[in-house]
């Protein structure tokens, strides 16, 4: 049972910047990907970024072009998200999210992405104020 346990959430002024960070209780190399979901409140929960371990691929969702980056650090069974420019839009409960099938490298990412990912953690919260 992989475990994942993010943290690095918190509240900013538009403009600013986050880093979020997940930790991974097992080895990054063990699954396909890994991903930051978001859910802002009244909403479904929307993909943000996913990384492809094998590779090293990305895709974003188009909001979040430009000012997002994510990566890992397989060393440290690490994912993170850095967030600049950030948006009072981009004020959500941000997930990590880990083990999507092994043919699955982003095709039309967002688009049902959630059902893909078997693993979850229990989010951290990111608020922008104008």
């Known amino acids: 049972q992989v475990q994942l346990v993010e943290s690095g959430g918190g509240s900013v002024v538009a403009g600013g910047s986050l880093r979020l960070s997940c930790a991974r209780s097992e080895s990054t190399y063990s699954s396909n990907c890994m991903a930051w979901f978001r859910q802002a409140p009244g909403k479904e929960r929307e993909g943000v970024a996913a990384?492809?371990?094998?590779?090293?691929?990305?895709v974003y969702t188009d909001s979040v072009k430009g000012r997002f980056t994510i990566s890992q650090d397989s060393a440290k069974n690490a994912l993170y998200l850095q967030m600049n420019n950030l948006k009072p839009e981009d004020t959500a409960m941000y997930y990590c999210?880990?083990?999507?099938?092994?043919?699955?490298?982003?095709?039309?990412?967002?688009?049902?992405?959630?059902?893909?990912?078997?693993?979850w953690g229990q989010g951290t919260q990111v608020t922008v104020s104008s």
């Open positions: 999210a880990a083990d999507c099938p092994p043919d699955y490298y982003g095709a039309n990412w967002p688009k049902d992405a959630e059902s893909l990912f078997g693993y």
């Open positions: 990384i492809f371990t094998h590779g090293g691929s990305t």
